[in-house]
T-cell receptor, first 112, second 116 residues
Framework: GNSVTQMEGPVTLSEEAFLTINCTYT??????LFWYVQYPGEGLQLLLK?????DKGSNKGFEATYRKETTSFHLEKGSVQVSDSAVYFC???????????FGTGTRLLVSP | NAGVTQTPKFRVLKTGQSMTLLCAQD?????MYWYRQDPGMGLRLIHY???????AKGEVPDGYNVSRLKKQNFLLGLESAAPSQTSVYFC???????????????FGPGTRLTVT
C-alpha cells in the first residue's frame, strides 16, 4: 500500500540555521508528492509540491526534490526564521489524486 | 471568499452523546474530505465525497457517518460518541480533477472534540 514516513520531532533550531526534514515514501505507480505546513491553531496549507521524478518544488525559501531512486522527498531550507515554527507534513497522492496519504508530521521549533 | 469553514470550533461531549460537525466551502469544489488528527498519527481520512450526493469510506470510517446533500456542505456525524473519538477534526475540499494544478486540498481551521 501507500505510506509516508517522516522523521520524528521536534526539530529544534536556532534562527538562521539550516533545516532538513526527512521524508520517504512507499507507493504503487508514480505518485505526486507534497509538503503541507500547519501553523499553531490553523489548518494545513500546501507549502510545495512535485509531480514527477527529479522535479524540485520550492516556496518561501523551502525546497524539496522528488528522488525516485531513493523514494525520498526531503524538505530543506537554508536559513530558518522564528516564523517557520510549525508542524510539517509530507504527503503523497493516491487513487488518481482523489486522496492524500500523510506522514505523521514533524514539529519544528525555531528560537531567536 | 471564506474558503473552508468548520462549525463548531470546540466541543465537549459525554460518552454516548451524538453530534454533527459542519463543513462548508464557497469555492464550488467537487471533492470534500473529513480527517482526524491525533498525536503521532498524522492525518487519517475518515470519509470523503467526490460530488453532491456521494460519499465514500476512508481509512478510519467506523463510528462516523457523513452526508453531502448540498455541494457546498459536508456533514460528519457521531451517533454515539466514544472517548476514542477525542481528536481534532479537519475538513478539506478540492476542485474536480482537471490536470496537475487542481489537486491541492484546502483545509478548514479544525474542530477540537473531547469525549469524556
Amino acid at each position: 500500500g501507500n505510506s509516508v514516513t517522516q522523521m520524528e520531532g521536534p526539530v529544534t533550531l536556532s534562527e538562521e540555521a539550516f533545516l532538513t526534514i526527512n521524508c520517504t515514501y512507499t507507493a504503487t505507480g508514480y505518485p505526486s508528492l507534497f509538503w503541507y505546513v500547519q501553523y499553531p491553531g490553523e489548518g494545513l496549507q500546501l507549502l510545495l509540491k512535485a509531480t514527477k521524478a527529479d522535479d524540485k518544488g520550492s516556496n518561501k525559501g523551502f525546497e524539496a526534490t522528488y528522488r525516485k531512486e531513493t523514494t525520498s522527498f526531503h524538505l530543506e531550507k537554508g536559513s530558518v526564521q522564528v516564523s517557520d515554527s510549525a508542524v510539517y507534513f509530507c504527503a503523497l497522492s493516491a487513487l488518481g489524486f482523489q486522496k492524500l496519504v500523510f506522514g505523521t508530521g514533524t514539529r519544528l521549533l525555531v528560537s531567536p | 471568499n471564506a474558503g473552508v469553514t468548520q462549525t463548531p470550533k470546540f466541543r465537549v461531549l459525554k460518552t454516548g452523546q451524538s453530534m454533527t460537525l459542519l463543513c462548508a466551502q464557497d469555492m464550488n469544489h467537487e471533492y470534500m474530505y473529513w480527517y482526524r488528527q491525533d498525536p503521532g498519527m498524522g492525518l487519517r481520512l475518515i470519509h470523503y465525497s467526490v460530488g453532491e450526493g456521494t460519499t465514500a469510506k476512508g481509512e478510519v470510517p467506523d463510528g462516523y457517518n457523513v452526508s453531502r446533500l448540498k455541494k457546498q456542505n459536508f456533514l460528519l456525524g457521531l451517533e454515539s460518541a466514544a472517548p476514542s473519538q477525542t481528536s481534532v477534526y479537519f475538513c478539506a475540499s478540492r476542485p474536480e480533477w482537471r490536470g496537475i494544478n487542481t489537486y491541492e486540498q484546502y483545509f478548514g481551521p479544525g474542530t477540537r472534540l473531547t469525549v469524556t
